[in-house]
């Protein structure tokens, strides 16, 4: 029996009592039932030299509904410059650029946004990029000879921690990580600091010194150091030997 101390609820009380349930406020609207927000996209940086690869790969990537190319970038050092200016799920990097190598700078991504995944995108179907790719940081690796085909895939199953490589990849990683066991080829990860790794780079690309130095904005003196120390940290004795060993490490093509 109600309460005549208390005053009879308005029709607007009753109306708003009546749209609230035993779980908690309704969530309909005038507009109609509510609906189901969508699932957040992931956002992705696309890194590659050549301006129509880029094109090509953002049109696969942005017809997908659950994929969105946030940032584009020309060679690796602009792609660790994007990854700071912008918020990315997925890095998809090509091996080959100038100033940084896909190689090199997923290393960089890696150590600067450790949630970051990685994925190689590339025209080298070679075992030495493959496990240089890997041990960079990369979760997977994607031949662009088959990347209308491979590259969602390989993005949707980065996002689930879930490594992805090219039919057949698994048996080169394997027969490439033994053969150089068996050879002693095996050092130990990051014996080569980031500037001894440029420097490396431009030595085996053919730079002089004097040009070296230009690039970097360092001496002359000191590029002469660094590639001192290059041959005593890696038991070389040239130029030669030098640049092998670069095309080796992934940090030039061969």
């Known amino acids: 029996m109600p309460d005549p101390s208390l005053p009879e609820p308005s029709a607007s009380d009753r109306t708003t009592a009546s749209a609230t349930s035993a779980d908690g406020p309704s969530q309909t609207s005038a507009d109609g039932p509510p609906q189901a927000s969508a699932p957040a996209k992931i956002r992705i940086l696309l890194a590659d030299d050549h301006a129509l690869v880029r094109r090509g790969v953002r049109l696969i990537l942005d017809r997908e509904p659950d994929l969105e190319v946030v940032a584009e970038a020309g060679d690796g050092a602009e792609a660790i410059d994007m990854a700071r200016a912008h918020e990315a799920d997925l890095a998809v990097l090509d091996i080959a650029m100038p100033r940084l190598t ?108 004097k040009e070296i130095a230009e690039m970097l904005f360092i001496s002359i003196k000191t590029v002469q150091r660094h590639r001192a120390n290059l041959l005593q940290k890696l038991g070389l004795r040239d130029r030669l030997e030098l640049t092998r060993y670069a095309i080796r490490a992934g940090l030039i093509e061969p």
């Open 102 to 209: 896909g190689l090199q700078a997923a290393r960089e991504l890696a150590a600067l946004k450790p949630g970051l995944r990685i994925l190689m995108l590339t025209m080298h179907d070679n075992e030495q990029y493959l496990f240089q790719a890997l041990k960079s940081g990369a979760c997977g690796y994607v031949l662009k000879s088959v990347a209308d085909r491979d590259l969602v895939a390989a993005c949707r199953a980065a996002m689930r921690d879930e490594p992805f490589l090219y039919p057949g990849a698994v048996t080169a990683l394997i027969r490439n990580y033994l053969d150089r066991v068996r050879h002693g080829e095996e050092t130990s990860d990051h014996i080569l600091t980031p500037r001894e790794e440029e420097v490396l780079k431009l030595v085996a690309e053919g730079h002089s010194s």
